[in-house]
């Protein structure tokens, strides 16, 4: 019989994390049973908790020796609750699209915890690993590299089915990438047709097609309309939220875009150097940023009004992102930090809710990895 545990989570838990209710499966099916169980909407159904993964820097032909490491995800800790999109942004190199391939266990963590319904993913081998990787599926960055050439789209979006025949018989199978395509808005007799006889924007509602197969409970999106025209952006983001509702699915969704984040996001992470710095709902984000970077990337969001750009304060950061080779100590932003001081080099700052801002109703009140974290006004777009 599965034991149910619990788990007081990380010494900087926050209110963005919650406590883990681990279950302890003595067996394959207890563990593929407990995974398959329906999550309550408003729970949490994904739990990280101090994620880390570095990549070994090696030196020699022969003999081979590790001289350091890049610390792509550096301890980040989150919870995905059942029916929201988490939206994660942060500048190239901050290590969001490494955290996507960690939950779907594309990539091996180096330490810490992911909890997919109270179980640890980054333990789970055979059966129990194959069903919550039926649950969790993705939509890739690129819709032209993300595609088989040599594939129809019904064998793309059948594909699944071969891997989880359980999910469709094999005489239904056509019937299913039908619907499939139907559901993304395609047409249907579009099924024998190969990737290079659609545009961007049709290859991604195929890429989408795919991940909705299995009937998954979370998709993670990295970067799903980074690489598409402006229209294209907003029919696919209309679809995704249609599709949410419809099929009662949670986003991780991964960008750049502050616009396109903020409309599709219940919440947003920002990340900055492999660390979480500032998480929140797109409310305090947008509107109450208080970690320093979180300010700068706003500001450098175009404002359309004439008017309101001549008021808005530009902050230009100075000085390169830091190698993830090498990153300072203490504070990770404080070497292009405009409040920087002895503190930031010494002590790395928790993410949590600033003392100045602990027990107030205000929207500043959310968890900033700052040690001087302020409230500050930034006009940006809407």
């Known amino acids: 019989m599965a034991e149910v545990s619990k788990n007081d989570g990380p010494t900087d838990a926050t209110p963005n994390v919650s406590e883990v209710e681990t279950v302890d499966a ?78 779907m266990t594309l990539e091996q963590a180096t330490a810490g915890e992911v909890f997919y319904k109270g179980q640890d993913i980054t333990k789970l081998s055979g059966r129990a690993l194959k069903a919550v990787r039926r649950n969790i599926q993705m939509v890739f960055q690129d819709p032209y590299t993300s595609l088989n050439p040599r594939m129809t789209v019904g064998d793309i979006i059948g594909e699944p089915f071969e891997i989880h025949p359980e999910v469709a018989p094999k005489g239904d199978r056509r019937r299913k990438v039908q619907e499939l395509l139907d559901v993304v808005g395609l047409n249907p007799e579009y099924i024998n047709r190969y990737p290079h006889q659609f545009s961007g924007g049709q290859r991604q509602r195929i890429g989408i097609a795919r991940g909705l197969a299995l009937n998954p409970e979370i998709i993670i999106c990295d970067e799903p309309v980074s690489a598409l025209d402006v229209s294209v952006q907003a029919q696919v983001i209309n679809l995704m939220e249609k599709l949410q509702d419809e099929f009662n699915l ?64 530009r902050i230009i950061l100075t000085g390169d992102v830091p190698s993830p080779a090498n990153p300072p100590s203490g504070c990770r932003f404080r070497t292009r930090c405009w409040k920087a001081q002895d503190k930031c080099a010494e002590e790395i700052p928790l993410l949590a809710i600033p003392e100045r801002f602990a027990g107030k109703d205000t929207p500043a009140a959310h968890e900033s990895a700052c040690h001087f974290a302020e409230e500050k006004d930034v006009v940006h777009a809407a």
């Open 26 to 103: 003595e067996t394959p099916e207890e563990a593929v049973a407990a995974i398959e169980a329906p999550a309550e909407r408003g729970e949490p159904i994904l739990q990280v908790r101090n994620l880390v993964k570095h990549f070994p820097l090696t030196q020699g032909v022969i003999v081979k020796r590790q001289i350091g490491a890049v610390k792509a995800v550096d301890g980040i800790s989150f919870d995905l609750y059942q029916g929201e999109t988490l939206g994660i942004v942060g500048e190239s190199g901050c290590g969001k699209s490494t955290v996507a391939k960690l939950l």
């Open 250 to 313: 949670s986003y991780l969704f991964i960008a750049h875009d502050l616009s396109i984040v903020r409309h599709i996001s219940d919440r947003v992470g920002v990340m900055y150097l492999g660390k979480m710095a500032e998480i929140g709902s797109d409310e305090q984000i947008y509107d109450h940023p208080t970690h320093p970077y979180t300010q700068a990337l706003l500001s450098a969001v175009p404002v359309p009004d004439p008017e309101a750009r001549e008021g808005r304060e």
